[in-house]
């Protein structure tokens, strides 16, 4: 897979409504078109997700915390004892750039230059960084650090540029047979640069709850907009099979507290289940609505596993005309 790069989703990538950024779009015509030449379920073998990744509105995105960056491939509706389940996604390495822009990562012309130099894929080659603080390769939170470091001298040299500390920063993630690249936020382990990152600026040293974020929302007096329309397209994800219950454990807490709040995501959900499976045949299956249900299941029983029929999630009844993606 040299001209293809893996990408580990654990956030709003894991529903196809995120990566092409259809709810959350200012601009509908600016929507990201990004290929996807296949999509696989991977669990995280040790981490948290939550959030702390401040974002240019203002608001918080998915983070990782207490990982260790050592995943593999399971199958739709698989329930781990520990670490967390997103998705992987096989794009091409000029879609890989849009992605990289996508998650504040602005060196990426320069990473991919060098992984091509050595003949690899940028999962590769970042592995072998990895290597140099890791014997196995596998990052965690004690060598991430030193990781960052040898990733920054490596692709800016001695430029400084600020920049590169806003967003995400890529990671190998040590699979089966594959390395995949994960984004984890700059900050608690430092940003490689010796700079200072938006979560260190504004004090974020651990991720967030679904309901920890909500109180914190609440108490800044902010709108619950963009918050809803993210949690959306994180738990569109489970129609795959991608266990979410460690975002719908939370969610059904604030259910008590805020039922209005998760009620609008439930409906926001159940809406899009249906245009969200047309997207993954029209832009991934090659047209075969049949191949979804072999690859990923039946999507109603992927609900009911996966932590969606926790928060009153059901399988709406399909409508063509609802289901076309439109775009």
């Known amino acids: 897979m040299k001209d293809k790069e893996l990408v580990f989703g654990y956030g709003s990538i894991m529903s196809l409504h995120g990566l092409f950024r259809i709810l959350r779009s200012e ?67 000029h879609d890989f750039r849009k992605i990289c822009k996508r998650e504040g990562y602005h060196e990426c012309s320069k990473l991919i230059k060098k992984a091509e130099a050595k003949n690899m894929s940028v999962g590769e080659y970042l592995y072998k960084l990895a290597e140099e603080v890791s014997s196995d390769g596998i990052l965690n939170i004690c ?5 960052r470091e040898i990733l920054s001298r ?38 490689g640069t010796g700079e200072k990152s938006r979560k260190e600026e504004e004090g974020i040293k651990k991720v967030m709850s679904v309901y920890d974020y909500y109180l914190f929302l609440r108490k800044i007096g902010r709108d619950y907009k963009n918050f809803k329309r993210y949690l959306v ?7 795959y099979g991608i266990n979410l219950e460690d975002l719908t454990k939370s969610l059904k807490c604030l259910s008590i507290e805020e ?22 045949v029209e832009h991934v299956l090659n047209g075969d609505r049949e191949r979804f249900y072999r690859v990923f299941g039946a999507p109603e029983e992927n609900i009911r596993h996966t932590g969606l029929a926790s928060i009153g999630i059901k399988m709406p009844r399909y409508n063509h005309n609802e289901g076309r993606s439109n775009i």
Do not use: W
């Open 27 to 93: 601009n509908q015509g600016a929507r990201e078109r990004i290929r996807v030449y296949d999509i696989k379920i991977i669990h995280l073998l040790e981490g948290k997700r939550g959030f702390a990744k401040p974002t240019r509105r203002g608001d918080l995105a998915m983070d990782l915390d207490y990982f260790r960056l050592e995943g593999k491939y399971v199958p739709p509706r698989y329930r781990p004892d520990r670490g967390i389940v997103g998705i992987g996604i096989v794009v091409s390495r």
């Open 143 to 147: 060598n991430v650090g030193g990781y």
């Open 154 to 191: 490596e692709i800016r040299g001695s430029n400084a540029d600020h920049r590169s500390s806003i967003g995400y920063i890529p990671h190998p993630l040590v699979l089966n047979d594959n390395i995949a690249i994960v984004f984890i936020a700059a900050g608690t382990y430092g940003t």
């Open 233 to 239: 397209e994180c738990l569109l994800g489970g129609v």
């Open 259 to 280: 039922p209005s709040l998760v009620s609008a995501v439930r409906k926001m959900v159940e809406k899009y289940i249906h245009k969200e499976i047309e997207l993954a």
